[in-house]
């Protein structure tokens, strides 16, 4: 009863500085149950108290529900306040901050409480005019030059979550990380801010912010187009927003370069933040792609382009003679970064390709070939957006950045239109974008790249298998001796420090290994390559590939098992 008895003291003081009067209503109707011996909701009261919902590189994400461990009113509130102290402290007295917010439940609601608190604070807000993808607010503060940015988003995160991530600009950077997500040790220094800020009810807010009319929708457009080349646009897409804000620039900006023969998935085109017709809204997961398929067979399309929720990710799917086939998010990658760069030294151009080091290593070679620098990077575009000089980054869950001098992130609206612009170039020379794979695999081999994912219910079983296997890793894979082990926990003079094994074997079969960043799991990330000597060879190289893909799988399988 003691634990109870500080619980709900804990809880009646949140109460009394909520902001949200249904939030009140919720922590009090559950305190009522927990008091009356309800477990269940003991159980949940107990979580939602058992910290404050951690600001991070990635910003805030959380279920929306009542409490401090959770994404709602009160603690976006002091979020913005930390932020605006932040930005006063290391900037000026009057920061300039772009907001943006995608269809999601709340999201508007708490886009305009970050606009109020950044106005009464003396800063200079600039609300985005309607819901809009993510990729448009990391332009904003690149072209207002902005000292920050918010965008509420969770990206493809189920409909009961929300998220608040931050890109830094303007006087708060320098021109690397200029209209890029913030590192550390900025997110460390905020979530002191915000420790520090008012109880939710105290926060300071004031009307008065400057709503950004569609402008900002036309100059993104109109800049995205000046760096697209001619071609061909002869190419029927079938195009799904996954119920998010996609369609609000992608179809446009399709339009707008050439491409009139667009089919929209209708079931899934216009913003439904309960995201009705699929079971995760992340074009990736199994059947997420069902209704665009669907609809490619019935009007005889020629790809298949999709946006995930707020679209900074983009993915596509190619017709065989077996069926519509999925592209990976690696094998996007390469296409997109071979035509970014044979058109950049095509223009005389030069720069640098950089991917994250869990994306195949065949964007390495495609830069080499070139004669263009490549990086890798730790994992996330806070990270390959600066890298220096570059023209593309990818990283392979579907996040691709392809005019980074216009948006230093992910941006799924213009890779949707280089996707578009590839695919027609190639049609009109009577081939396809599988033939575009085939002639990066004839040239450099087969890269083949998959996942091995352990998900656990036990929290403790993660840092476990990753000491197990820093203790005690292979000596072989795949029948290979293993080449290197590099524990990354240590960094090195490419990269930070991160809780990773790298793992590769004398042939350059690699696997990296691990914790997930957002979820129960320990993520794997595999790739081997075959060599392809000529074309007659590369049907039997694809097979051996796939064949060894499947091996490898095994053996990390049996790697991880504690």
């Avoid at 950077?173 to 550390?184: F, K, L, P, W």
């Avoid at 699929?278 to 209704?291: C, R």
């Avoid at 290593?361 to 220096?388: C, M, N, V």
């Avoid at 990296?512 to 075959?530: A, F, H, N, Q």
């Amino acid at each position: 009863m003691a634990d109870l008895a500080a619980l709900a003291q804990s809880v009646r003081e949140w109460i009394a500085a909520d902001p949200s009067e249904a939030d009140r209503a919720e922590l009090e109707e559950l305190l009522a149950k927990a008091e009356q011996g309800d477990d269940a909701a003991l159980a949940d009261l107990t979580d939602r108290f058992a910290g404050t919902l951690e600001f991070g590189t990635a910003g805030l994400r959380g279920e929306m529900t009542a409490g401090p461990n959770r994404m709602n009113v009160a603690v976006v509130r002091r979020a913005a306040a930390g932020l605006v102290a932040w930005l006063k402290d290391m900037v000026a007295n009057e920061p300039v901050v772009v907001v943006g917010f995608d269809a999601r439940y709340h999201s508007s609601e708490f886009a305009r409480d970050t606009a109020a608190i950044v106005t009464a604070a003396g800063g200079k807000a600039l609300l985005m005019p309607r819901e809009l993808p993510t990729p448009l607010l990391a332009y904003a503060v690149r072209k207002l030059n902005a000292d920050a940015g918010v965008m509420v988003t969770a990206s493809h995160n189920p409909p009961r979550d929300n998220g608040y991530k931050v890109y830094l600009g303007g006087r708060s950077v320098d021109e690397d990380g200029t209209g890029v997500q913030i590192i550390s040790p900025v997110d460390a220094e905020i979530a002191a801010k915000i420790a520090e800020a008012p109880a939710a009810n105290e926060v300071p807010m004031a009307e008065g912010w400057e709503v950004l009319d569609e402008s900002i929708v036309e100059e993104y457009i109109a800049d995205t187009l000046a760096v697209t080349p001619d071609g061909p646009r002869d190419l029927k897409i079938v195009y799904t927003a996954m119920h998010g804000v996609g369609n609000s620039l992608v179809e446009p900006l399709l339009h707008r370069a050439g491409f009139t023969d667009i089919v929209p998935v209708e079931s899934q085109i216009n913003p439904d933040p309960d995201f009705p017709t699929v079971a995760f809204p992340n074009p990736e997961e199994h059947g997420a792609l069902d209704e665009a398929i669907a609809t490619a067979e019935r009007v005889g399309a020629d790809i298949i382009i999709a946006s995930d929720p707020d679209a900074d990710r983009c993915s596509a799917a190619i017709p065989t003679a077996d069926g519509w086939r999925q592209l990976s998010g690696d094998e996007i990658g390469s296409i997109l970064g071979e035509q970014v760069a044979s058109q950049t030294v095509a223009e005389g151009g030069s720069g640098r390709l950089a991917s994250s080091i869990v994306s195949s290593q065949l964007l390495e070679q495609i830069a080499a070939h070139h004669g263009l620098d490549y990086s890798a990077t730790l994992t996330g575009f806070k990270w390959i957006a600066r890298a220096p000089e570059i023209i593309f980054g990818y990283e392979e869950a579907i996040g691709f950045c392809v005019h980074p001098e216009l948006v230093k992130d992910k941006d799924g609206v213009s890779a949707a239109l280089t996707i578009a612009t590839t695919a027609a170039a190639a049609k009109a020379e009577g081939h396809s974008l599988q033939d575009t794979l085939d002639e990066l695999a004839l040239r450099h081999g087969v890269y083949y790249t998959a996942p091995v994912t352990v998900r656990v219910d036990d929290l403790s079983i993660i840092p476990a298998t990753m000491a197990k296997v820093r203790a005690t890793p292979p000596t072989t894979l795949l029948g290979v001796p293993v080449a290197r082990v590099e524990d990354l926990t240590q960094g090195s003079a490419d990269l930070p420090p991160t809780d990773a094994l790298r793992i590769v074997t004398e042939e350059g079969d690699r696997v990296i290994v691990r914790p997930s960043g957002t979820e129960p799991k320990v993520k794997c990330y595999l790739e081997v390559i075959v060599p392809v000597d000529s074309a007659d060879e590369l049907p039997q190289a694809k097979a051996a590939a796939a064949e060894r893909m499947e091996r490898f799988k095994a053996d990390v399988s049996e790697m991880l098992t504690l």
